[in-house]
């Protein structure tokens, strides 16, 4: 069967799957491998804004108290913080800021979280905590402006919900946490964005009880936010982890449900952001490096942005260190780029998604068609990826009729990863896994990780051209149809390339 | 049958195929998509000289002729000279320089050569043209470097035994011409080197004529040099023309007649530089675009470098002017890339053979075995490309047997350029051949220029690898095989990806 | 006496001076010592729009005349002019276009202008160059947009009223290429904007005649053009001349020319654009080069805007071959860089000119004054430039009472070129006019064009700060004065810098 | 009185000032900003080595234990190392190796030093740590290349004869780690060097206990190391300290300690390197900043190549976090550039010290002069740093005769930093210290931190040229002179520049 395209657009692609990515803790975007990556992920990708954790730690150093004249004060210094976000904008990407964790010199207890200890108990001071917000919020504002600032969302902390992020996880203690917060941002300017509850997966009463919460005491609330994840408990080897994952669709459940649980309250209409989503909450977890997983997750770029404002893919490189240094170049990182930006199977998924158009043509369970202001018809196309170790599927079919428009024949580029193509991994298997390659190595896993490339010309039938595309195992094919203005000249004749069938006149030499 | 590749070298690989290569007129290499491609080619080929015409024609400026006191003068100047030269060592990639052809000012006649007009007439004044050709050498070394210069082969004149390049094709002319220039540069040092007569395919009578007049005048000759091409008369067509082609042995025997020309006589064992060669001479025959080309040179590549100290690819990129501005992004012109830096079939050629070994292992009429210093053991193949229009062969098979010392397997990397693959003519042809490409449609057609590129684990027994490779039409394939050291950590079970096989423990989150 | 300059701006300081830049011709812009210059340029200056001649000549390939069938028909061909546009428009400038001069394959005559021959005679075909015409705008317009084509004036020609650049300088053929050209404009889009009649100065006439044609025609004119120089009969010697000038103010009153002889007419309000002003109109007068130079042009720069819609410097960098290939770095050449650059002091007086605010506070005989949005008050000066080679002046004062605004202080930054800074051809003259500078000497001229900087604090009271400005020979300088935000801490002691005031502890090592 | 410096030279100019420069702790080496840094340190000054601590400290990531079958393994992880390491060697700088601090996995305390807590206990098991070593030389030796490790001095800890550095400065402890140290370093090569003890200021006696212990045990020493540092007791204010500076003479009187404490013995011809030097060993010091810094430490750069084999400046960039995170862009830090770039008056020392030629041609308490192998001849000089807090002398003299050659002028370059020029920190301070300043501001500061540069021809007698330099307050001046060769042309007539003094012919227009 034959699914047959409209030529009519029935809306146009949402961008919430580019509108935020995640990345490692804020300091870790002073290196120059970081910012490599992203100036790649940048220039073929381009996402909206960045989120990380960390902008108050004390490896940023904004919160700086000292001695004078017999008091206790605090210097706010932003030596670090300027220079990440310099250099966001300069990558054409903005922050989405999250105010976290409690500097050393605030907080109440010494609880911490992660390799890089970032301390996880609320402020010993609540004025001071208020104070730390708003003088940092208000350099931002100083230094980028307000109109830029204003496009910024504010999110108060990360995942309170889990003991390991907020002490207790208390929820109590993070309502105070957001009002102060939120309060501090007001103060700067009320056009500032300001949200959370920030919270993982497993707590979805939190949602509620925050919107209660916020309702009740009519505290600023511009937007909600939460995170979606799809795997089990970690079954742990040295430096790394195994996982069950439950289906993909469960991610696009998780997307739909703040705006299901909001249906009806006051802040039924805030944006919802997904603020982080992976399939492995685990930075150790070497499933986040496969073709699997780009099969995995096509199905959730392509529908989530029915389901809430944005997604954001957690993270945009392995440039990491929650569970501390990376041991390996392939470590199951959550980077779409590893380290010296070797390309994984999900950052082509991410690449084709930025090549798609911005009129939505159709949308099927093993695919996507959009068509630009150009004309050119895009298809994204995946295999598909099953979670229960059932054998994966090599040959799966998507056959499309796609409308073209008046050309007579069509130029088609078609990109793929799969199990065989555009997978670095694979090759850094077979090359027997170095944990230190060379120079050489890196060459050929970066050329290893470019998908497979295919052209031909296709000729086009009362408007349309027909696609019978098969797919290899856990394939992910990007399809680009461009309608050809044919200036091929009347001489033309492709016989005569080697000269054997002599025109009129010869020419002596 | 399976050919046994030998585990000894049987000698080194000359370099031969990337001593020089050939380029459009000096002042070409003034402009910057010229030396973004050069710049690309010496990253992934790495030619150690480069040669071209025009050095002293007027559009580089150095004979300058003018009247002070009454008296005629020259200033000779260096201006467009240095900024090229300086480009090239910035680049890496050295002169092979060429006298000519002659400054209007200097002139006897009239008589010009190419779009570009340059003037193939002997000089008025033969002190004038020896002062000319000094004071040049001399800036040379003054500039830099007489270490440097000495290695920069200085060649008289190009193709004087045609007319269209020296006015009547006066052998006597040529003659003296020659003895007044390399006297002129054995003036500023006795080290350089100085050499001719450059001929074009067709005269092989010169040569003999040119080493009796050496010898028996004494005058010094440090290399000979010729031309190399297979094509004949050229059949017009509007912007372009088509040609037959003799097989590509044909370039070897040219490649190999000076030496067995100048056996037993005092010209014995100078070095022979062929400082031309390509299919077809025209820079306007398409055949220079496409897979064939690639398939037709490659025994060349692999076997010239027996026959002659140097093969000079005529010409490197297509900016190039001498039948006129190219008027399509394809337009049959010389070059490895066209404007733009799109690759063309037969550049891969060259990428290849700069990813093969120093050691020669063995070399067939469709393969060439090396291995480099770190073991890594290369393959260049080929499918045969056949000039009678025969049908093309698509799946011509090379089997062999390689060493590969002592690891239990290694890493095949292949890469092809074929009709199929890294053939962006093709994809231009199926795009409608767009005369001015959008910058888009550039971009599509640098990554279909990109060859096909696999990867797969070898087994390796008894030191062995088994290579079955089946090429398609006019493919050209290198397939680089490393020996494997597994660094894979005992507790790796791949079954385990998808947490499927738990292991003993497990962690909540 | 000082002058107080007002706290209000008498208006925006207009940016008529930036809004054009000259160029050698056409297809110069493809090298790479062009773009680097243009680049830097861009960077510090910041032109809006770059015109030179060539577009339709030869070198630029565009009119391509061939038979097929029997027929004589053209192709138009873009190669070289995408390459150059889309360079232009990544490097942040917008063409202003010249049609001209004739492709030979449609020129009537064979009578040329320059070095490089463009030619100038009538086209053989009026139909032939209207679809030239046509078909060379659309194809502009087809590439980069309608909305962008429709800011690129377009301009007929080049100083008709010369016999040098129009065959007989005839008038009644000029108005006729105006008037077909005009049409093939308006054909593809009657947005886009045409213009001429491009005079030189010395025929003013010309530019009523032209009005008066057009008027009486219905002709489109949506801006006239006019030049101005201001040099005597050239005096020549080698690779040069000597011009006098007349006083700088001649340019002004060329500027003014236009409106003047315009007003009352219906083209009284149709923008007046100056499309190539310098002093001398030859590109081998020394006085381009000279500090003499920048103090020349700075009250023309200074109030230029007032006079007309723009003055485009006659050009931007010495990549130019209108006499020839420029014979040494320093020859004389029109361009703000020398090949390779090497700013000239004139390069600086525009580069002071971007960093002028947008509010204009004050303008004088040898000042201007004016302020930007953050509140950073800038003031260009400059000394007297005597054209009749009285002694120059070396101490000429600038008494100025500046706007501060609230501070206590403001931060002084003070950038001057005069005959001892900035100057990097006295520095040439004084290395013994190297005509091929080493590396190193031209590194050592980079750093001898830099101008001279110094920096203070400068008390301000009643919010006013007074400037004392002593202008060295020929000199032109940019102050700048930023209000003081003083954030230096309570604690600190410039007499403690070495140790010698202990505080009261003291710590161990 | 004239110094009359002698043609020819008394020897080379050691290049032990360029041997090695300090730098913050290994993993900052990933940072961008560090990067930036040391490319623009190396591209104008070229350092030969760089060493800093922390090689082997948990932010490297290199010692990762864990658990597997029941038992404790090592995993050697260099994912950080290769990338620090590689960019060091792209940037043409090599490592200095210091073996550092004690992993946390391996420590036998907690005791740590500096924000970044580098533990100093020593290790928990002496067979780990030899393993240690011995898998991180291995390891480079495979990656790099033994010719290239054998020239990377390799240091064995750091002032362990402190206690904040090795934990109670327990002599024997050390000579233990040094032991197995060395060793473990000369089982992977024999050829590779090994030193110590890399001491401090303050315990002369360890020098001589290790070189006896060394001796007594026949352990390896291939170099000893020692540093130097001239201030006294911090005072304390908040984010900085104050100290006085003991006079420059002291840092010299350092260099020459260990080649007198070591005569005599069998370690006598060991080459000594000083691994740090700087006036003060506190990173929050502003003397670093300062002007007088560069004056303070010219004589010793001049001057210490005849005392020890290197001495390596602490450090080329303030990234660095010994006392946290700097909270403002001057803070004195020991860099020589600040964040950003930003070059402080020292930073120019060196700069101006890699402009001097090869032969050294006469060095005095106030100037070194040096001839290079173009004949260029060079003079450094400065002005007296009183240290005692005397009026800084502003119009200090150095008068000298200078040998130029057969040149009739020289072409004089001067480049000067003082308190009025080159000096960014003054501009800073007169700015209002900003501690966060705009893109703008550092702008500015950059160009304010450029030194004032003049240039004029001199004249030369007899061979000589007369050199009357008068110095501002702590300047530091760099003058070169280059021989002239005149090339002005005989028609070259400045009175014409204006064309007042008309030649013979003139030029209508």
């Given at each position: ?6 030529d ?9 799957w ?5 990345t ?36 940023a ?17 932003f ?100 009002e ?16 959370g509850?920030?919270?993982?997966p ?11 919460f ?10 909600v ?6 795997s ?17 669709s ?6 739909a ?25 685990r ?70 998604m ?5 009129d ?43 409308p ?34 060379r ?42 149809l ?28």
């Open positions: 069967m034959r699914t047959v395209v409209p009519g657009p029935s809306g146009r692609l949402p961008e919430a580019r509108f935020c990515v995640g490692g803790r804020f300091d870790l975007a002073l290196r120059r491998d970081y910012q490599d990556s992203l100036a790649l992920v940048q220039r073929e990708i381009g996402f909206r804004h960045i989120r990380g954790h960390g902008l108050l730690s004390d490896g150093g904004v919160h700086r108290p000292y001695e004078h004249g017999g008091a206790r004060r605090v210097r706010h210094s030596t670090y913080v300027d220079q990440v976000i310099d250099a966001y904008l300069d990558l054409g990407i903005r922050p989405f800021v999250e105010l976290g964790f409690m500097p050393s010199g605030l907080a109440s207890g010494d609880q911490t979280v992660f390799w890089w200890q970032g301390n996880v108990t609320p402020p010993a001071s609540w004025r001071e905590w208020a104070e730390l917000v708003r003088a940092t919020v208000a350099h931002l504002v100083d230094r980028y402006g307000l109109d830029e600032v204003r496009t910024w969302p504010i999110e108060v902390w990360n995942e309170p919900n889990l003991k390991d992020f907020w002490q207790d996880a208390d929820r109590d203690a993070y309502h105070r946490l957001y102060v917060s939120a309060y501090a941002v007001k103060e700067v300017d009320a056009g500032l964005q300001v949200g509850p920030a919270i993982s497993g707590s979805d009463e939190w949602m509620v009880r925050f919107a209660e916020a309702v009740e005491r009519g505290v600023p609330v511009d937007f936010s939460r995170h979606a994840y799809t089990g408990p970690a079954q742990h080897v040295p430096f790394g982890v195994h996982q069950t994952l439950a289906p993909a469960g991610l696009l459940e998780q997307f449900t703040p705006r299901r649980q909001l249906a009806g309250t006051p802040l039924a209409d805030v944006p919802v952001h997904i603020t982080e989503f992976n399939s492995s909450y930075p150790d977890n070497p499933i986040h490096d496969t073709a699997f997983h780009a099969a995995y997750l096509a199905p959730v770029l392509a529908a989530g942005g029915e389901l809430a404002d944005s997604f954001s893919y957690w993270t945009f490189c392995d440039v990491f260190e929650e569970v501390g240094i990376p041991a390996a170049p392939f470590h199951g990182g959550f980077g779409l780029l590893t380290h010296r930006q070797i390309k994984k199977p999900t950052y082509h998924l991410y690449a084709f930025a090549r798609m158009g911005e939505l043509l159709a949308r099927g369970e093993d695919h996507l068609v959009t068509r630009d202001a150009a004309g050119r018809v895009t298809v994204l196309a995946w295999a598909p990826a099953d979670v229960t170790g059932g054998p994966a599927v090599d040959g799966h079919t998507v056959r499309l009729s796609v073209i428009g008046n050309a007579s024949s069509a130029f088609e580029l078609r990109s793929s990863v799969s199990e065989e193509h555009g997978n670095a991994w694979a090759a850094w298997c077979e090359m027997g896994r170095p944990l230190s390659p120079s050489g190595q890196l060459d050929v896993l970066r050329e290893a990780a470019e998908p497979a490339r295919t052209h031909r010309g296709v000729p086009v039938f009362g408007g349309r051209a027909d696609l019978d595309l098969t797919l290899g195992r856990h394939e992910v094919t990007l399809v680009e461009t309608p050809v203005v044919d200036e091929t000249p009347p001489w033309w004749d492709e016989r005569r390339l080697l000269g054997l069938e002599p025109g009129p006149g010869g020419e002596g030499r």
